[in-house]
């Protein structure tokens, strides 16, 4: 039988925090493509990779932080689980909570939260409660939720999320052989720039595996170096640029709009551990990179998604982009969660298909042909 990915848990099971009697909860979450992007590399000058994260699952990242933060759950009893969501966690969470036979509720901020993913969480039965607030409101309510009744947090300050989500960077260096010079990617609730860092640095020291029954050997690190790591966020939702929390974020980026951000020091640890920055990206750009990402390079991303890409040609245009290195962006999150973007021009009008006859002739004509 031909090999299939087994899902993170099993395919990392030595550097993640379970055991061989661990019950595990996976969707085959994981093995994302690492796609080259020629026209980005032309640009920079360099060699553009797009980890692509919106061929997970249930279509974002979030699956591989998931598959931990339900198979931990399960592990300690839980019967239900909680998440604050700009959506897609709680698509995640829906899922893998139905796999594990747990009731999952979900607070989402009200209104604000793509078709797509609610759909999702509807439809794996999530118990879904719009909450009226944003979803730094949404994340207070649903800690003391979890503190004060017998439901488990599976947000990202749950440490397994991390654990999980760090697999994305040892993908990375799996497959190029080493770190990239560069890691971008958007920031949001800043879990995953807290993962991606952790993952690199784990892979670039010795390692002893810790599973009995296993060498106890130490093993060579498997990275030579970390990279630099580059974070951005919205321009509405900055509160790391800023040096504030935003209490009214704003972006077309839902999935990162978030003024008070859950693992902020940690996102600032990365950053200036690796000599990186974390900058902002206007809802332009954003929607510009979205725009570049499905025209040039044939992948189609939600708009959160592209502000590792919008920060990479912002900073190229600023001069700050040296060439000939190697850059790693991860693309968060599938463009069908979020499509209503594809159909705007980049002057905001509304694009439709062209109108033909039947007949052979014209449509010839209207190719151009
Ligand atoms: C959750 C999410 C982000 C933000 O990630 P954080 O870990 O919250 O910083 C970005 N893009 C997409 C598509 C997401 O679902």
């Not at 793509?114 to 999530?126: D, E, P, R």
């Not at 060498?215 to 504030?244: C, N, R, Y």
């Not at 951000?261 to 902002?280: C, F, K, M, V």
Request: a negative charge; glycine letters at 10%.
């Amino acid at each position: 039988m031909a090999h299939q990915w087994r899902g993170v848990i099993h395919e990392y099971s030595d550097r993640l925090p379970v055991t061989e009697n661990t019950r595990v909860v996976t969707l085959g979450e994981g093995g994302t493509p690492l796609i080259n992007a020629p026209k980005l590399s032309a640009l920079v000058e360099g060699e553009v990779w797009l980890k692509f994260e919106g061929m997970n699952p249930t279509g974002s990242f979030k699956d591989r932080g998931m598959t931990m933060a339900i198979t931990a759950a399960v592990e300690q009893g839980a019967k239900a689980v909680v998440c604050a969501s700009t959506g897609n966690t709680s698509a995640s969470a829906a899922a893998y909570a139905t796999q594990a036979g747990l009731t999952c509720a979900v607070l989402v901020p009200d209104g604000k939260i793509a078709m797509g993913k609610l759909s999702q969480a509807i439809a794996h039965g999530a118990e879904l409660l719009q909450v009226d607030g944003n979803f730094d409101n949404c994340l207070d309510v649903a800690r003391k939720l979890s503190e004060n009744y017998p439901v488990f947090l599976v947000n990202s300050v749950n440490p397994a999320r991390i654990e999980g989500q760090k697999t994305g960077a040892f993908e990375v260096v799996d497959f190029l052989g080493d770190a990239p010079d560069y890691h971008l990617l958007p920031v949001g609730n800043a879990g995953n720039i807290t993962a991606y860092w952790k993952g690199y640095q784990e892979y670039a020291a010795p390692y002893v595996n810790p599973h009995p029954g296993t060498s106890d050997e130490e093993l060579p690190a498997v990275a030579t170096k970390t990279p630099i790591m580059w974070g951005f966020q919205a321009e509405g939702a900055a509160p790391i640029v800023k040096g504030h929390p935003v209490t009214e974020p704003e972006t077309v980026a839902t999935a990162i709009r978030i003024g008070n951000p859950a693992s902020w020091e940690q996102a600032e640890a990365a950053r200036d551990a690796s000599g990186g920055q974390i900058d902002s990206v206007t809802d332009e750009e954003i929607l510009d990179a979205h725009r570049w990402l499905s025209s040039k390079e044939g992948v189609f991303v939600e708009p959160a998604s592209a502000a590792g890409v919008a920060g990479l040609i912002k900073h190229h245009g600023l001069g700050n982009v040296p060439a000939g290195k190697r850059w790693v962006i991860t693309v968060t999150g599938h463009g069908l969660k979020d499509p209503q973007w594809a159909l705007k021009s980049a002057d905001g009008s509304d694009i439709t298909p062209k109108q033909v006859p039947f007949d052979v002739v014209s449509v010839a004509e209207a190719l151009g042909l």
